[in-house]
T-cell receptor
Framework: GAVVSQHPSRVICKSGTSVKIECRSL??????MFWYRQFPKQSLMLMAT?????????EQGVEKDKFLINHASLTLSTLTVTSAHPEDSSFYIC????????????FGQGTRLTVV | GEDVEQSLFLSVREGDSSVINCTYT??????LYWYKQEPGAGLQLLTY?????DMKQDQRLTVLLNKKDKHLSLRIADTQTGDSAIYFC???????????FGKGTRLSVIA
């Protein structure tokens, strides 16, 4: 089946620094990728929709200047958490679908971000 | 708006069947999914069903969809300890729209 690779799986960073998370579709092309955030013991909340070659669409309440999304190719989307703070600590997961219709959404392994 | 509800906890004995229920509000949902999440891991797609189907069976997993009541269930036959995880129900309007997730049901399997 289709594979989505997310990297890194875990990262610890200091407050004020920036962290980049990569999401790659390994064996298919994805014009659209989604970034979710999961707080402990809670569901996944959609942060933004990443569209190849255009600006991302952010959900209400998500700061686009803080969570920079770049979707430079059909197989790669990146999420950069800028000037990270402890409250940004969370589990971030990306997902992608193939270009063709009627397919399931495949998820990356997730990235556990801890800001100290 | 879209909303997905599921019970938070379920405990079953090993060998019994588990039934995890989910309700959704958007009748336009076309795709309905079940994902499994083990501790500290990402999401694993278990199965999905299109809105024009009533049932889908895949080995130990059976998905039932009652579109009229907007109710989705996942039945795991012969539940094993390795099935202990959080199970998320999710819906999507189309192939290119994001998923809306329930809060997840934590399944505990007692040996």
């Amino acid at each position: 089946g289709a594979v989505v690779s997310q990297h890194p799986s875990r990262v610890i960073c200091k407050s004020g620094t920036s962290v980049k998370i990569e999401c790659r579709s390994l064996d298919f092309q994805a014009t659209t990728m989604f970034w979710y955030r999961q707080f402990p013991k809670q569901s996944l909340m959609l942060m933004a929709t990443s569209n190849e070659g255009s600006k991302a669409t952010y959900e209400q309440g998500v700061e686009k200047d803080k969570f920079l999304i770049n979707h430079a190719s059909l197989t790669l989307s990146t999420l950069t958490v800028t000037s990270a703070h402890p409250e940004d600590s969370s589990f971030y997961i990306c997902s992608a679908r193939e270009l063709k219709a009627n397919t399931e959404a495949f998820f990356g392994q997730g990235t556990r971000l801890t800001v100290v | 708006g879209e909303d997905v509800e599921q019970s938070l906890f379920l405990s079953v004995r090993e060998g019994d069947s588990s039934v995890i229920n989910c309700t959704y509000t958007d009748s336009s949902s076309t795709y309905l999914y079940w994902y499994k999440q083990e501790p500290g891991a990402g999401l694993q797609l278990l199965t999905y069903i299109f809105s024009n189907m009533d049932m889908k069976q895949d080995q130990r997993l059976t998905v039932l969809l009652n579109k009229k009541d907007k109710h989705l269930s996942l039945r795991i036959a012969d539940t094993q300890t390795g099935d202990s995880a959080i199970y998320f129900c999710a819906e999507a309007l189309s192939g290119n729209t994001p998923l809306v997730f329930g809060k997840g049901t934590r399944l505990s399997v007692i040996a």
